[in-house]
């Protein structure tokens, strides 16, 4: 399963590439949404992620659009360099109250707080250096998890087109529910396995197709002490991966819910170097030729669609243990 990515994050690359869209209203409601819920203190897991490499489509706006969507941006970091600020000043006095225990007497409470508040000091440190940056760091403003939202290519009414889209599926006509598994974990949906497409995934596979291009991809694998580790895997010829996906624009039934557009990206049997690695899942990396194949997906010609999955590339895959 592609555990997490690095992948392309400003749109103009699939406009300058693909000739494509924009569908800048689903950046927007994304934004506007993010914005929102952070600013009303929503959980976590129900303000939308974001990576910051997405927020560079928007450093320069070129439109009103693009102006509304950064005006949205510098509201959602000037809320998480406030509210970050109070949490290192709440932490540096508990450490401060700690060190002066620990003068007196040492306790496990004390030197709890003392590791415990540093480190929060430093995390708000990081947090608030990162609201304030305006240089790329692709290696962590472009990387992406399940329930991250992307830049996503895919042809509408005969036109290509970018829209934002997380990344973890939810098939139209599904309950929500479907995003988590029985003890609260991320469901397996922001990958689609390719021996179940016509089956799970009936309703996409020769419907919905998506693309995304991404230059690297992180597995989980057993580290063999009992534990895991993350793997960063890298095509060796340095090429950009070509990523076929499933899109799916869920809506709810009963309109209390926003709309979704979401997709999984397309696995198969491991290439060998990716099994020897530890690991029993490959992103399909398809062939620039079967693009258009898969971007323009007929229900009643399956067999063209395995086809271009049979033929994806094969590039050997370098891996590292991610930094």
């Known amino acids: 399963m592609c555990y997490s990515a690095e992948a392309w994050s400003l749109y103009d690359n699939y406009v300058k590439e693909y000739s494509a869209d924009i569908d800048i209203r689903s950046f927007w409601e994304i934004y506007l949404r993010r914005d929102e819920a952070?600013?009303?203190?929503?959980?976590?897991?129900?303000?939308?992620?974001?990576?910051?490499?997405?927020?560079?489509?928007?450093?320069?706006?070129?439109?009103?659009?693009?102006?509304?969507?950064?005006?949205?941006?510098?509201?959602?970091?000037?809320?998480?360099?406030?509210?970050?600020?109070?949490?290192?000043?709440?932490?540096?006095?508990?450490?401060?109250?700690?060190?002066?225990?620990?003068?007196?007497?040492?306790?496990?409470?004390?030197?709890?707080?003392?590791?415990?508040?540093?480190?929060?000091?430093?995390?708000?440190?990081?947090?608030?250096?990162?609201?304030?940056?305006?240089?790329?760091?692709?290696?962590?403003?472009?990387?992406?998890?399940?329930?991250?939202?992307?830049?996503?290519?895919m042809v509408e009414d005969g036109k290509r087109v970018v829209r934002a889209m997380?990344?973890?599926?939810?098939?139209?006509?599904?309950?929500?529910?479907?995003?988590?598994?029985?003890?609260?974990?991320?469901?397996?949906?922001?990958?689609?396995?390719?021996?179940?497409?016509?089956?799970?995934?009936?309703?996409?596979?020769?419907?919905?197709?998506?693309?995304?291009?991404?230059?690297?991809?992180?597995?989980?694998?057993d580290d063999g002490k009992g534990g895991s580790m993350v793997l960063e895997f890298t095509p060796r010829t340095g090429e950009l991966m070509l990523i076929a996906c499933l899109v799916s624009h869920w809506t709810d039934p009963n309109g209390e819910l926003p709309s979704l557009w979401s997709f999984a990206a397309v696995t198969d049997e491991p290439e060998p170097e990716v099994a020897a690695a530890g690991h029993d899942r490959t992103i399909i990396n398809l062939k620039p030729e079967h693009v258009d194949t898969w971007l323009n997906p007929d229900p009643n010609n399956l067999e063209a669609l395995f086809a271009a999955l049979d033929d994806k590339r094969h590039p050997y895959y370098e891996h590292r243990k991610a930094a």
Request: with cysteine; hydrophobic share 35%; net charge positive.
């Open 38 to 153: 952070y600013r009303i203190r929503r959980p976590a897991s129900e303000i939308p992620k974001i990576p910051k490499g997405m927020d560079f489509n928007f450093l320069r706006p070129r439109n009103d659009q693009e102006q509304e969507i950064k005006a949205l941006i510098d509201s959602y970091n000037s809320g998480v360099v406030m509210s970050s600020e109070q949490e290192m000043f709440k932490q540096a006095k508990r450490v401060a109250d700690a060190e002066r225990k620990l003068e007196v007497k040492e306790t496990k409470a004390a030197l709890n707080d003392v590791r415990v508040g540093g480190s929060k000091v430093k995390q708000m440190k990081r947090w608030i250096a990162d609201a304030k940056r305006t240089t790329v760091e692709p290696e962590r403003d472009n990387r992406i998890w399940p329930d991250w939202y992307l830049p996503v290519l």
């Open 166 to 221: 997380r990344y973890h599926c939810r098939p139209a006509g599904m309950d929500p529910s479907i995003d988590w598994t029985k003890d609260g974990r991320v469901s397996g949906t922001y990958n689609a396995r390719r021996d179940n497409l016509t089956r799970f995934w009936r309703n996409q596979f020769g419907h919905t197709h998506g693309l995304i291009v991404a230059s690297k991809f992180y597995e989980n694998v």
